[in-house]
C-alpha cells in the first residue's frame, strides 16, 4: 500500500461561522465541505492525503489558502459556494447560503483528468458530494470515476446520497458509506429499524462492494463486511456537534485501507474517528493518537438476524 489516499471533492464551500466568547461575537473562517472534512481526518491519522477540486470564483480564491492539506486544483470560472452559520444562541442557523456554480465541459473533463491520475497513484480513492442542493458535476461522474478507479486497482470508497449514490453503485465501489436517514430516504429501506436497514444494505451490496457500512446517529453502526453483518460500538463520549461524524468515520475507513488494514480494523478506526469528531467543535478534526487509542475500544459483534 502506498499509505496514501487521494479524495474527490468537486467544489469545496467558504464556511463563515459566528460563535460568542466572552460575551462578543467571535468569527471562524474555514474551507469545508464533505471532501475537506475527510481530507483531514485521513491526514491526521497518518496517512497522506491529496484533496482533488475545482476552485473559482472569490471564494474559490479564499479557500486555496485554507484548505491546510495537499491540494490539485483545476482554476474554473464557476464560484465556489459558501455559507454564514450563527451559533451564538448554541444552535446552528444558516444566516446565508451561496450554492456553487457548475462546472463547464472543458473544467469538468480537466478535474476528471487529473483526479483519475491522483486517485491511481494513491490506491485509494475517496468520492464525497458537493453540498446535497448543490450541482457542479453531472451525477454521472461518479459512476465514470468508480469503474474506471476501480478496474484499474484502486480501491474506491464512496460517501453519497441520492442519485449520485445511485450512479457510483453503477461503477462498483469497494466500500460504501451511507446514513440511516440517507438509506429510508433514498428508498432503499422500508424504515430505520435494524431488519429494514439489513435488507437495505443487502441491496446495496449488490454493486459488488466488499463493505457496506451503515451509521446510525447514536446506534450502533451496522456493516456488512465481506458478506458478514456486525454491529459496531464505539466508545461512549459527550457530543459537542454531532455534524462531521459519518464524514470522519469515512475518512478512517479510507485511511485504513491506504495504511495496510484488515476491512475490519479499518472499520474500527472509522468508528473511533467518528466518535472523536463529534466530541469537537471543528469538522474533520481530532488527534490521530486519540482516535488509535479508541479504535482498541471499539467492538464489532457478529449479528445474525434470527
Not at 464551500?13 to 460563535?19: F, G, P
Not at 475527510?38 to 475545482?54: D, K, P
Not at 483545476?74 to 455559507?83: C, E
Not at 448554541?90 to 473533463?109: C, K
Request: glycine share 12%.
Amino acid at each position: 500500500m502506498t499509505g496514501r489516499v487521494a479524495v474527490f471533492a468537486p467544489s469545496p464551500e467558504l464556511t463563515v461561522t459566528v460563535e460568542e466568547l466572552d460575551g462578543a461575537p467571535d468569527i471562524h473562517v474555514h474551507a469545508g465541505g464533505q471532501g475537506v472534512w475527510q481530507s483531514r481526518m485521513i491526514q491526521s491519522l497518518g496517512a497522506e492525503v491529496v484533496l482533488c477540486a475545482a476552485l473559482g470564483g472569490e471564494t474559490g480564491h479564499v479557500l486555496r489558502h485554507l484548505i491546510g492539506v495537499e491540494l490539485k486544483a483545476r482554476d474554473v470560472a464557476a464560484r465556489n459556494g459558501g455559507y454564514v452559520h450563527d451559533r451564538r444562541d448554541g444552535s446552528r442557523d444558516e444566516a446565508v447560503r451561496m450554492p456553487a456554480d457548475a462546472l463547464t465541459r472543458h473544467e469538468l473533463d480537466d478535474l476528471y483528468e487529473m483526479t483519475l491520475m491522483e486517485s491511481l497513484n494513491a490506491g485509494v480513492a475517496v468520492l464525497s458530494g458537493p453540498a446535497a442542493d448543490d450541482e457542479p458535476v453531472p451525477d454521472s461522474v461518479y459512476e465514470r470515476l468508480a469503474k474506471d478507479l476501480g478496474g484499474n486497482g484502486c480501491q474506491v470508497v464512496v460517501d453519497l446520497s441520492g442519485g449520485r449514490l445511485a450512479a457510483a453503485l453503477e461503477g462498483g465501489p469497494a466500500v460504501v458509506k451511507v446514513s440511516h436517514e440517507e438509506l429510508v430516504s433514498d428508498g432503499l429501506a422500508k424504515s430505520d429499524s435494524l431488519p429494514d436497514l439489513v435488507e437495505g444494505v443487502r441491496e446495496l451490496a449488490k454493486c459488488g462492494a466488499r463493505a457496506v457500512v451503515v451509521s446510525r446517529a447514536a446506534e450502533e453502526t451496522l456493516a456488512l463486511v465481506e458478506e458478514e453483518f456486525y454491529l459496531v460500538e464505539s466508545p461512549d463520549l459527550s457530543p459537542v456537534d454531532t455534524r462531521g461524524g459519518g464524514d470522519s468515520m469515512t475518512a478512517g475507513l479510507a485511511a485504513g485501507l491506504a495504511l495496510g488494514m484488515s476491512l475490519k480494523d479499518a472499520l474500527k478506526l472509522g468508528a473511533a474517528a467518528g466518535a472523536v469528531n463529534i466530541t469537537r467543535h471543528g469538522l474533520g478534526t481530532g488527534s490521530g493518537d486519540v482516535v488509535r487509542e479508541l479504535a482498541e475500544r471499539v467492538t464489532l459483534t457478529p449479528w445474525k438476524n434470527e
